[in-house]
């Protein structure tokens, strides 16, 4: 048989009741309230009973200890152990939801096919590029104030279990121990004492009467005048939308009747829009300039990435060059003339250099000459053959 419970038992049970954390939901067709073991453990050790007083020792020092004590409230009937049911689909909407997946599976990877078929790498890079810029987009917008997607949550139902022991961990808890606060016992006491105080009205001192009464009567012009506010401002907008044509949507204290608080519903005092068809090319206008700037972009990445390949190209080719110059030797004056212009005019920075006319003409006769030499001896072996 189990007894009464303590006093001390009473304390620690109204204390999880209002501390640890809980969740409602549907019972046996009723609403109720439940906890976990875990959560209650840790709620129990950071409690006033962990904490040891002057020549007594700490309640509950482990989690070994919260338990055992967790299972003598358990006993005592404060709360019961429930065990959690998932809420499983009906084979309808099973079967419907795999043949509308399928056919979905089916479309996409048709879609897919002739897209690939019918694109080329270019357009493919066009949208590697557009997916990188809106991926950039998304993470500048996404801040931490933002609000971001709610996961679905599988349902479930609560049954009694059979096994009622506290166990650290997981389980489910469900309350029957269900004391009044003390701020909704205030509450209702204020409330009895304000019906009380109003059924005495006719005893009130004559100022306080005459004071309420004209307190009544300015509550309700205010509550009057916040009406025909309303009233007002809906007239207006008709009667600015009509002279207009729908052009001009002008809202006086368009926050009156909104879901905001009472100094947030009186600002600002008007808002304005024109939807005309300047607005309308304003908008197209806009939408025109971001296109080309994304176009602009787009065309600066290709050519950047092109004198980048050009540039790799020509540090190859000069590579190349510099190893076949390292074993060939040029023999002939004008080969070493050509190299030391490219040298004067790489180091300069110039592809072109000034000549005088004394410098020409001596290069065109130094020409004239190797032509004669290289005709001699062509003609020689000739010669010799003969």
Request: glycine share 6%.
């Amino acid at each position: 048989e189990v007894g009464e419970p303590f006093k001390e038992e009473k304390a620690v049970a109204k204390y999880l009741r209002f501390n640890c954390p809980t969740k409602s939901t549907n019972m046996m067709g009723h609403r109720v309230d439940y906890f976990i073991a875990s959560k209650a453990v840790d709620c129990l050790l950071d409690s006033k009973w962990a904490k040891a007083k002057k020549g007594e020792e700490a309640l509950f020092t482990t989690r070994e200890s919260v338990v055992d004590y967790c299972n003598r409230l358990l006993k005592k009937q404060f709360f019961h152990r429930a065990l959690k049911v998932m809420k499983m689909k009906p084979d309808k909407d099973t079967k419907k939801e795999k043949e509308k997946g399928k056919a979905e599976s089916g479309k996409e990877e048709e879609k897919k096919s002739k897209k690939e078929s019918g694109k080329d790498e270019k357009t493919k890079k066009e949208k590697e590029k557009k997916k990188d810029g809106e991926k950039e987009e998304c993470k500048k917008d996404e801040t931490p104030g933002t609000p971001k997607k709610k996961e679905t949550k599988r349902k479930f139902k609560l049954e009694p279990h059979e096994d009622q022991v506290f166990l650290d961990g997981n389980e489910v808890y469900v309350w029957i121990y269900d004391p009044v606060h003390f701020k909704t016992f205030a509450m209702g006491l204020v409330l009895v004492i304000a019906v009380i105080a109003a059924t005495l009205f006719p005893l009130w001192p004559a100022e306080m009467r005459v004071g309420v009464y004209y307190l009544s009567v300015g509550a309700g012009c205010f509550v009057a005048s916040i009406l025909l506010l309303a009233v007002a401002r809906c007239i207006l907008f008709l009667i600015i939308w009509l002279i207009t044509g729908g052009r001009h949507h002008f809202w006086f204290l368009p926050n009156l009747t909104a879901d905001v608080g009472f100094i947030d519903s009186f600002r600002p005092l008007y808002t304005h829009e024109y939807k005309g068809p300047k607005a309308d090319l304003k908008k197209e206008e806009k939408s025109e300039s971001k296109k080309q700037q994304k176009y602009d972009s787009e065309e600066k990445s290709d050519s950047e990435k092109k004198e980048e390949e050009d540039g790799k190209t020509e540090a190859t080719r000069n590579s190349g060059t510099e190893g076949s110059g390292g074993e060939r030797h040029s023999d002939t004056d004008s080969d070493r003339r050509e190299d030391d212009r490219s040298q004067h005019s790489s180091g300069n920075g110039n592809d072109f250099e000034m000549i005088t006319k004394e410098e020409l003409e001596q290069q065109t006769d130094e020409e004239d000459c190797e032509e004669e030499e290289e005709e001699d001896t062509e003609s020689r072996p000739s010669h010799e053959k003969s």
